[in-house]
């Protein structure tokens, strides 16, 4: 959180314009960049009227929670209120979402979807958003986990009137969400009454709150089964469940109109892209709506079709690939999710297509052919392979040539790295990703980096993690010739040498070998900890711990990275690739690779200059660390 007070303590220093500096400084160390104008004018516009009406209430012992930071994920509540409960006496917490909108209309199509004249699209209709901000809570929060009834949550539109906003109270259906007005302000502390008690401080719950184990995160793999066959398992917030409205509302409005429709949803590493398509697929899948799964990689489709497809094989046939619909019938799905959607090729052919198959079309125009729905999940900087053309502009290019309507949902959101912004920003400025240069690492408590002096060091570090109980997964740059794989019974080739260190690659095949699992369960089968995993095999996935080697294809020489392309044996690289491109390619290698990570990421070079720059940005103590805790 931002900030934490009495809600007494609040009222005086909103009053003198201190509160507003305090949060504005807590925001520039906690994220590394200064608030935007409307974020800081929010503030000073909607925070004293809560304290106004905490004060008016009787209510100046309740703790205020500012900008409370959601476990393992980057939204952030505007206010979580803590304190007794006024009948039971067991701690109680009112999350409370604030808007200065005067007024709003419902989506002619979904409730749950709102108009407001600042946006340009449908936004998530204030009591929805508060609602699933309090599931999440309960989901992941373990001083909640069993006690649901003690979290309520309220958005309070200051500066409406009831006929303003009268539409939106459509789903207003339970206690975990519901809407005041500033004209109802009287029932607004009356309800504030009802939770929390005027005669018992809230700082004892607030610190039981703050002190709550995350619940660990229900990982994608786990749980993906249920996704598709039974109940929802993930709680979507904000433009997560915007974006999954909008798909289901496409889907219906195409079949009442007949007539196609595209939906491409943007967003980083983490944003929940892949969440909001299997959710979507098991909508459908109830529905009765025809639809598929497909994606570009082989590991995400592979283990898709073995944990969802289980126990009922028919499942497996919902998982494809993008190049499974060259020959497919126009329309004859209801709706296609394309995961990974940075994975299109120019075509669906290759060398073992068939000649009578060689029709020469683009890979998206056969998607965007096959489903009166085709919904493109996709993050521009993730693209690791030449050849890799699914951009916004493309998808949108040949979505207009056909003249179908086609609506962007941009995530901001994410979830991984246990929803530490300011460690993907880390990240991406060490890389050279944004413009400004590397910064210093500042610890946030969300996400722990170490440096580790060797990958024996760091190996070591993640084998005291897994006795923890933690998941761990080590990776590389394909910086190392990778051997064919060897016969059963036969151990793997240890072809990742450095120095007196070896281990092998992950296995490439379909087959396990030797213990070790086939290339697609490499990082969600533990047996995958004793092979170096490669970007091909981690992108899309996740895990607790993650190791990650920086081969010599990435150098820190003087200020600045240079990349080597003569270091890297990836295949793929071909003469005809730029110097540009593979310099880009390297660096979003290595963006996918250290953002696996959910609890923490350690980190090794083989080259001592750069080995040292990594020391000196993550501190010294985050060196030490790694070593001493081994």
């Known amino acids: 959180m931002l900030f934490r007070a009495s809600a007494k303590t609040v009222a005086v220093m909103a009053l003198d314009g201190s509160l507003f500096l305090h949060l504005t400084d807590n925001f520039v160390h906690m994220h590394g960049y200064r608030p935007g104008t409307s974020e800081v004018r929010s503030w000073e516009r909607s925070i004293p009227v809560l304290a106004a009406a905490l004060h008016d209430a009787g209510l100046g012992d309740v703790e205020v929670m500012l900008e409370y930071a959601l476990p393992l994920n980057s939204k952030r509540a505007d206010v979580v209120l803590a304190g007794i409960h006024p009948v039971t006496g067991e701690p109680s917490y009112v999350v409370v979402e604030l808007k200065q909108w005067s007024q709003a209309l419902p989506h002619e199509d979904d409730p749950t979807l709102c108009h407001v004249d600042a946006y340009a699209h449908p936004v998530l209709n204030p009591i929805e958003q508060v609602r699933r901000y309090c599931e999440y809570l309960v989901n992941f929060n373990g001083a909640v986990a069993d006690h649901g009834h003690r979290v309520n949550g309220v958005a309070f539109l200051h500066n409406a009137t009831e006929f303003g906003v009268t539409g939106l109270r459509e789903i207003e259906r339970d206690g975990h969400g519901l809407l005041f007005t500033g004209e109802r302000r009287g029932a607004f502390l009356d309800h504030l009454r009802s939770r929390l008690s005027d005669e018992r401080p809230g700082a004892e719950a607030a610190d039981e709150l703050c002190a709550g184990v995350a619940v660990p995160s229900k990982q994608l793999m786990s749980v993906a089964a249920e996704e598709v066959r039974e109940r929802t398992q993930f709680v979507l917030l904000d433009e997560q469940q915007v974006a999954y409205r909008m798909v289901l509302n496409a889907v219906q409005k195409a079949k009442n109109a007949d007539r196609k429709e595209v939906v491409i949803v943007t967003g980083g590493p983490g944003t929940g ?23 570009g990689s082989q590991s995400f ?61 683009a890979q998206v125009d056969e998607l965007l052919d096959v489903a009166y729905v085709p919904v493109f999940f996709l993050d521009e900087h993730q693209v690791v392979r030449p050849g890799e053309m699914g951009t916004v502009a493309e998808i949108k290019e040949a979505a207009a040539k056909r003249d179908i309507p086609c609506h962007v949902v941009p995530l901001d959101s994410q979830f991984r790295c246990g929803g530490s912004d300011a460690y993907l920003r880390w990240v991406v400025r060490l890389l050279g990703l944004e413009p400004g240069g590397p910064v210093a690492w500042e610890p946030d408590g969300r996400m722990q980096l170490r440096v580790a002096e060797s990958p024996r060091e760091m190996e070591a570090f993640l084998e005291a993690r897994r006795a923890q109980g933690y998941g761990a997964r080590m990776s590389a740059g394909y910086c190392w010739r990778w051997s064919p794989e060897p016969r059963p019974g036969e151990p793997l080739p ?33 047996a995958g900890f004793g092979q170096v995993g490669c970007v091909y095999t981690a992108q899309g996935f996740e895990y607790d711990w993650s190791g990650v080697i920086i081969g010599p294809d ?46 923490g990421t350690v980190v090794c070079s083989t080259d001592s200059e750069t080995r040292a720059k990594l020391v000196e940005l993550a501190g010294g103590s985050a060196r030490e660390s790694a070593r001493v805790q081994a």
């Open 494 to 526: 240890p072809d990742v040498v450095i120095g007196d260190w070896a281990r092998p690659w992950n296995l490439r095949g379909d087959r396990s070998v030797s213990g070790a699992p086939p290339a697609a369960l490499w990082a969600t089968d533990p």
């Open 301 to 361: 489709t592979k283990t898709m079709r073995k944990i969802a497809g289980a126990r009922k094989r028919e499942v497996q046939d919902l998982f494809k690939y993008f190049n499974s619909f060259m020959n497919a019938e126009k329309n004859s799905l209801g709706a296609l999710i394309c995961d990974e959607a940075h994975r299109i090729r120019e075509t669906s052919a290759n060398r073992y297509t068939r000649a009578e198959h060689r029709t020469g079309r």
């Open 273 to 295: 892209k892949s969440v909001i398509a299997l959710q979507l697929l098991g909508e459908l899948y109830r529905r009765g709506v025809p639809a598929l799964h497909a994606t």
């Open 554 to 599: 990435l150098l820190w020489r003087g200020d600045r990275w240079v990349t080597d392309r003569k270091a890297s044996k990836d295949p793929v690289f071909r003469r005809s690739t730029s110097d540009a491109d593979v310099d880009r390619l390297i660096r979003n290698t290595y963006k996918v690779l250290l953002t696996r990570g959910m609890v």
